[in-house]
């Protein structure tokens, strides 16, 4: 929105500054940090009065969470989504396409978790929307997203899945691209929501996977850096970075208050909303194989949840103390905290090794 006073730059040199991506990005980023400062507070106390049980607990989760986390309000992914929304209406060229598709995959996401975690709340059981409901209407946002993104991709991107590194190996699939990316998205939507385990695990690594994605985006909409980092040139890409910028400052917002012990969970409304993100950026800037190495916590917190029920119907066994991953570490002794940091820093690396695949000449 601010954007639109360049049109008085002529009048107010100062304006100027509102053409400038990075400016904006800055601004984005204070605005949604603020926002979460100033707002955190009274959105828990309003949680906790609606909430009088908090979220419910699993009664088959590790035994420790139903002495220390029994009566925490959920639903703190508003706030994250309240900052992020706001500040990138703010500070985002409305005129982006890509940014409206984003955008509405994250909003669109939040609104299916808003509806789960309400139902459990209410039934005051884990429980929540029937998961075929869940995965219908995520896929639904899903395949309109890849559509659009196929609409307004460059002609000579459209369908096409890029490959790290090697700018000249493409993919053409056509319009089956569609269901890949649709795919990627409702992917990492559920994966982000697997992980969301214990406190501050699963929003540090979203803000690192996020941030990772958004210089990627910055870096793809610049023919001039395309060139020089040898990626596709993706025009307009580059507006992303104000609603990363955005995500990260409501992020941060956020881990003040879930930091451990938390005082509110984001609950399905904020990590399908942000693993909708992760998904839908990966999307429009083609690069949803890097998507992979960055989001790769959640990668492996997927699989361990796919192997333990393949592996436990058909041997009776569990390879995994319990899934997802994190819990098998806490069944192993390991701390809360610790499980966390560590988990920060594998997704830190991760995030140098899918900058690594900016191949400079």
């Not at 390879?319 to 069944?331: R, S, T």
Request: proline share 4%.
């Amino acid at each position: 929105m601010f954007f639109w006073l360049t049109e008085f730059t002529d009048t107010v040199s100062g304006f100027n500054l509102f053409r400038y991506i990075t400016f904006r990005a800055g601004a984005a980023f204070l605005t949604a940090l603020v926002f979460g400062f100033i707002f955190g507070k009274p959105l828990i106390n309003m949680l906790r009065r609606r909430q009088s049980n908090g979220q419910p607990i699993r009664e088959d989760g590790p035994e420790s969470h139903l002495l220390t986390k029994t009566g925490t309000p959920t639903m703190g992914g508003l706030l994250i989504l309240s900052a992020l929304t706001l500040s990138t209406l703010l500070w985002a060229r409305l005129d982006n396409g890509y940014v409206w598709i984003v955008l509405l995959v994250t909003v669109g996401f939040g609104l299916i978790g808003f509806a789960d975690d309400l139902a459990k709340v209410s039934k005051g059981n884990v429980k929540g929307v029937p998961a075929r409901v869940r995965l219908l209407m995520g896929a639904i946002i899903g395949i309109a997203a890849a559509v659009a993104a196929m609409y307004l991709h460059p002609t000579d991107l459209k369908g096409q899945l890029a490959v790290p590194v090697f700018k000249e190996v493409l993919f053409n699939l056509g319009w089956f691209f569609v269901p890949l990316a649709a795919f990627v998205i409702l992917g990492a939507a559920n994966a982000v929501n697997l992980t969301d385990g214990l406190d501050g695990l699963a929003i540090m690594p979203v803000m690192i996977a996020a941030s990772t994605l958004g210089i990627i985006a910055y870096a793809v909409g610049r023919v001039d850096f395309t060139s020089y980092l040898d990626v596709h040139y993706v025009p307009g890409a580059g507006e992303l970075l104000i609603f990363v910028a955005a995500l990260c400052g409501g992020g941060l917002g956020f881990l003040w208050y879930n930091a451990p012990p938390a005082a509110v969970f984001m609950g399905d409304t904020g990590s399908l909303a942000l693993g909708g993100a992760l998904g839908a950026m990966a999307v429009v800037i083609k690069h949803e194989i890097v998507l992979g190495i960055v989001g790769g916590i959640f990668v492996v917190e997927t699989l361990s949840v796919i192997i333990q029920v393949l592996y436990f119907k058909r041997t009776g066994k569990r390879v995994f103390l319990m899934a997802p991953i994190h819990h098998h570490f806490e069944k192993k002794g390991w701390a809360e905290p610790q499980i966390v940091i560590r988990f920060w820093i594998i997704a830190l690396v991760l995030a140098l090794i899918g900058l690594a695949t900016l191949k400079i000449r």
